[in-house]
């Protein structure tokens, strides 16, 4: 609906994203709505996102990336949002969240250990946060990790992990405390190997959305992982990880604009196709009027996450702007989704519309990686007023 070439990406940018434009309205698309019924995460769908090099797009050639930066990324992320939010979230799952860490804060033997199946797509990592107890307050982090003759022991569980059981999932980084300094809990995070004793991936859950994701629960009982699986500086675990997630607001930012837009396509082309008392449903003024707001919904999310992203490749401070991105991108999806439903009536209520997936979708990016409260109060410290 809003014409790409207006916001001055840059023609490698622009032909990237029409590239992935293209790939979601002739592969994702036609595959969306089965994957979604059957709550099956489509493997061979995940291998072509690899071989079109979308894991490795925001990470340097000489480690296997494509060298581009975190706009374009998010780019590819938006145009997969438009169509499936289920892919668009495993693809930002695996990069911001799997393989990120590793490239960030991982060593060069850790480096070259993961990174080249990860960036190929040939592999996925998980990011092993969020507790029953630990979610907004990841302080409250429960999971143990203790030192015991060379290896890392970890008890604990993890909830809601994206990417954690897929047939190619090769790893989940974990937060764990492993002790206290100056009177704090000191927690750090560590890389245990899928398949290592004691590590269990629990049934995938029966979600309201987002049902071709793959999101299980994990358990660590008496789990040894060798003492060099820990990743970044001991005791730097959340801070390092804050900034993980810092990036991955803009991502899930531009996801939730692509589900706006793909709301937004969806209801322009019913509009003018639905018959109403004898004019087509675009005739109404009240509908237009609604079309004309899912319209600015879209551009205003477009243009908060371009900034942020902007501000991150430009190695300028981004927390903010990242967080006004995902909370004005999030609220966008969700009243697209809702206005979408309500342009199709009785059929923005049947599964096999795809308004109908957006508004079951759309609700968690107003959850996941930091609630819009969460993204509330990070604004409200930047005011000085909190």
């Not at 960036?119 to 409250?140: I, K, N, V």
């Not at 801070?239 to 706006?260: K, M, Q, V, Y």
Request: charged content about 20%; hydrophobic content about 45%; proline content about 4%.
């Amino acid at each position: 609906m809003i014409d790409l070439s207006t916001y001055d990406l840059g023609e490698d940018r622009l032909e990237l994203a029409r590239l992935v434009r293209a790939f979601a309205d002739e592969v994702v698309a036609p595959r969306a709505y089965e994957a979604d019924r059957t709550k099956t995460l489509p493997m061979d769908v995940v291998a072509q996102l690899g071989d079109l090099g979308l894991f490795g797009l925001p990470f340097p050639e000489e480690v296997g990336g494509q060298g581009g930066d975190y706009t374009t990324l998010c780019l590819a992320i938006e145009a997969l949002g438009r169509v499936d939010q289920s892919i668009a979230i495993t693809l930002e799952a695996a990069v911001s969240l799997g393989a990120m860490p590793i490239h960030r804060f991982g060593t060069d033997a850790q480096r070259a250990q993961w990174l080249p199946d990860l960036l190929a797509g040939r592999a996925l990592g998980a990011f092993g946060l969020t507790e029953p107890e630990a979610g907004s307050d990841a302080a409250a982090t429960r999971t143990t990790a203790r030192l015991d003759a060379g290896e890392w022991v970890v008890d604990g569980s993890k909830q809601f992990i994206t990417n954690s059981g897929t047939p190619i999932t090769r790893f989940v980084t974990v937060t764990a405390v492993t002790g206290e300094r100056d009177g704090r809990t000191e927690i750090s995070t560590i890389i245990v190997p899928s398949g290592t004793p004691g590590f269990a991936v629990g049934p995938a859950y029966d979600k309201v959305g987002w049902h071709a994701s793959d999101t299980h629960p994990l358990s660590f009982s008496g789990v040894r992982v060798p003492e060099e699986n820990l990743l970044g500086e001991r005791g730097r675990g959340i801070a390092n990880f804050l900034h993980i997630l810092d990036e991955g607001r803009i991502a899930i930012a531009a996801l939730a604009t692509g589900a706006a837009e793909g709301c937004l396509e969806a209801a322009v082309d019913y509009a003018r196709r639905r018959t109403v008392f004898g004019a087509a449903l675009s005739t109404r003024q009240h509908t237009q009027f609604v079309l004309a707001a899912m319209q600015q919904r879209v551009h205003t999310a477009r243009l908060a996450w371009l900034h942020a992203a902007r501000l991150r490749d430009g190695g300028k401070p981004f927390t903010t702007e990242a967080a006004v991105a995902k909370l004005t991108a999030s609220d966008a999806a969700m009243a697209n989704a809702r206005d979408a439903t309500q342009v199709f009536g009785g059929n923005g209520f049947m599964n096999e519309y795809p308004v109908a997936r957006h508004y079951r979708d759309s609700k968690i990016l107003e959850i996941g990686e930091g609630t819009n409260e969460v993204q509330l109060l990070v604004i409200a410290r930047a005011l000085g007023v909190a």
